[in-house]
């Protein structure tokens, strides 16, 4: 059974502290994995990595993907108030594209 | 995203009672999920469709159906409500050259009494 687990489960954080979200899975076949960030309501898309060692980028935040140690990294630096969200990682999987989520990192930064 | 809407966004149904959840989207793609979402437990898949003739179960599929009534609408009934399936709802949709990526709605908060 496909399996994708994400750690810590919460966090708590001051601003201006960097964050690191682990998630390690567990499938066949890897196609891809994607990072999203839930705030209020729907997932937002952050990040796609489906090579390993190469590192994706925007603003703050960063990931980096390890196929040979089935992980993946998501890096928040210089926390801010508005970081404050569940963190979701997915794995796709197969040729049909099976998605797999994790059960998702909640951050709370506090000013 | 805007593209992938909803309805309702908020609902309040008794036990036994028969609910529909309705989802559209704009973007053209073919294929559509179902997920819940309840606390400490990230989104399970319930349903989804790669095309309007292919639906298939997801992991937690007992207790709901599905119907894709054409490429950009796909609904989410509950024959007979109970108190556990009390979740958010949120339907979403992905075009397989994209890797997985999924655009997700809005979500709706279904309580059930």
């Known amino acids: 059974e496909d399996k994708v687990v994400q750690s810590p489960l919460s966090l708590v954080v001051h601003e201006g502290d960097t964050v690191t979200l682990n998630c390690s899975y567990e499938v066949t076949n890897f196609r891809s994995l994607l990072w999203y960030k839930q705030e209020k309501k729907a997932p937002t898309f952050l990040f796609m990595l489906?090579?390993?060692?190469i590192e994706k980028k925007s603003g703050r935040l960063s990931s980096i993907l390890d196929k040979k140690e089935l992980f993946s990294i998501l890096n928040i630096t210089a926390t801010q108030t508005g970081d404050s969200a569940i963190y979701l990682c997915a794995v796709i999987s197969g040729g049909y594209q099976k998605v797999t989520f994790g059960t998702g990192t909640k951050l709370q930064v506090i000013p | 995203d805007a593209d992938v809407t909803q309805t309702p966004r908020n609902r309040i149904t008794k036990t036994g009672k028969r609910i529909m959840l309705e989802c559209s989207q704009t973007k053209g793609h073919d294929r559509m999920y179902w997920y819940r979402q309840d606390p400490g437990l990230g989104l399970r898949l319930i349903y989804y469709s790669f095309d309007v003739k292919d639906i298939n179960k997801g992991e937690i599929s007992d207790g709901y159906s599905v119907s894709r009534q054409a490429q950009a609408k796909f609904s989410l009934s509950l024959e007979s409500a109970i108190p556990n399936q009390t979740a958010l709802y949120f339907c979403?949709?992905?075009?397989?050259?994209?890797?997985?990526?999924?655009?997700f709605g809005p979500g709706t908060r279904l309580t059930v009494t």
């Open positions: 489906t090579s390993s060692g």
């Open positions: 979403a949709t992905s075009d397989p050259t994209l890797q997985g990526r999924q655009y």
